[in-house]
């Protein structure tokens, strides 16, 4: 499994980085708000399918076997995955960023392939686990959220040629964007940390019961505020935002707890890009109320809340457990099996922990500049921002290949 893993994590990575070359070149539609726009639409799927997707199917070849004590179903089916769905990303967001239609129908089979695939391999693991806790729920319900932003997806860019949606184009992308980042990608995120951080923190006899609450109110959020978007009910909508607002508030609670329980009290590299992160989604979350009561097409708004979330929240949440999990993987592979036969380096020697803290100041400020930018409609410091932004990714790039590549550091 630790192969496949590192393979998707690779395949991951370089979607990070053209991501981040994207986002340099779609810095003046960013600052103008134009977050519907094809340019903009195309990164931001090389963000969402292309790195965080790949990622997460990537861990889940890892995280099942520890977390669940059910490996993958079919090996050969996590494999197939990768094979359809990593190159289904690119030349899906190739084809909305460059227009080029052709393109479209065979990055939306490859990416249909690889997520049918994905669902029946993790479904099947799942139902052989006999541990059914909130890490399996979390789990189930982020699959779930998957199928139906392939669903929705699949309509907004039947859309894209047809114009069939009309007016309701608005309202079915912001529920495709919150049933991907909250359903999918954040969801994924709440039901891990409950594993992994307790096992990063060395937490013991913290109140777990927050974890639950975060996932109902996610869950049951989500779905009153897509009712209420696709339905033109606005209060269902509030509904589900305040829900939603809740079941952060609860995955920031658990969080708490896990950090107050800890034995080991120095906070590491990963863990501080998982502090920023938790700062940038939390500034997120403040915005999306303001959002539903503006209405999606203020459009440098709902950029600015999409820019947060998924770049300050997601990503560099990921970018921490990166810095946890990938340097644990590779000194086991490489050193495994001398332990206790001589002295070998720390895990945390991997890496330079002076580099990682450069990346964490870079993309954080990189952040904090996309969001003057979008606020100030300045096409040049939301270009600084992306610059900044892409500077930090060749910085973690640099990290991970001198962790898969080379010797301690």
Known sequence: ATPLAGRHFAAAIAYLLAASIGIVWIAPDIALGAYASPHVAGVTHLITLGWISVTIFGALCQLLPVALGSPLRWMGGARLTLLTFAPGAGIFALGIATGITALNPVGLLLLTTGIVTAAINVGASLHRSKQRDVTWAAIALAMSFLVSTLILGAILLHNLHSGFI????????????????????????????????????????????????????????????????LGKVASAAWVGAILLEVGVACFYWQVRCFYRSRVKKKTDIGLMFVTGALISLGASAILGPVLLAKGPTHGRLATAYIALGLLGGITMYVVGLYYKIVPLLAWTTRYGSRMGKEKLPAVTDMYSARVAWLQLGSMFLAVTLLFAGIAAASPHVARCGAVLFLGGVLLFAGQIARIAYGGPA
């Open 166 to 229: 009309a007016d309701a184009r608005f309202r079915v992308l912001g529920t495709h964007l919150h049933i991907a980042l909250v359903g999918w990608a954040l969801m994924m995120i709440v039901g891990v940390s409950h594993r992994l951080l307790p096992m990063f923190l060395l937490s013991h006899g913290a109140d777990t019961s927050w974890t639950r609450r975060s996932i109902v109110m996610l869950s049951m959020g989500l779905v009153f505020l897509v009712s209420g978007l």
